[in-house]
Nanobody
Framework: QVQLVESGVGLVQPGGSLRLSCVAS????????MGWYRQAPGKQRELVAR???????NYADSVKGRFTISRDNAKRTVYLQMNSLKPEDTAVYYC????????WGQGTQVTVSS
């Protein structure tokens, strides 16, 4: 069993920045790809960014150039740096460990509003 704990709940103005963190409870974290997903009200959960164990990354088109995913295996932590935030980035953000089984964090609310 792996627990993922997210932090970085925030209310931020458009154009602002926020960093989300997700800490895994076990070191198996180091071997698996990690992803950040988000779900806005009335919408399906979507992949925002993904990072492999070797730190190869990919991003949703809507966040390319604005968001950066990174990981620190020594701290069992994955980060999502979000810059130039837009109101449409408002959602609950979840981290995911792509193991078998897959594990999810509890979600953290990000609200972008003036």
């Amino acid at each position: 069993q792996v627990q993922l704990v997210e932090s970085g709940v925030g209310l931020v103005q458009p154009g602002g920045s926020l960093r989300l963190s997700c800490v895994a409870s076990r070191s198996i974290f180091n071997f698996y790809p990690m992803g950040w997903y988000r779900q806005a009200p009335g919408k399906q959960r979507e992949l925002v960014a993904r990072i492999t164990g070797l730190s190869n990354t990919n991003y949703a088109d809507s966040v390319k150039g604005r968001f950066t995913i990174s990981r620190d295996n020594a701290k069992r932590t994955v980060y999502l740096q979000m810059n130039s935030l837009k109101p449409e980035d408002t959602a609950v953000y979840y981290c995911n460990l792509e193991g078998n089984p897959s594990y999810w964090g509890q979600g953290t609310q990000v609200t972008v509003s003036s």
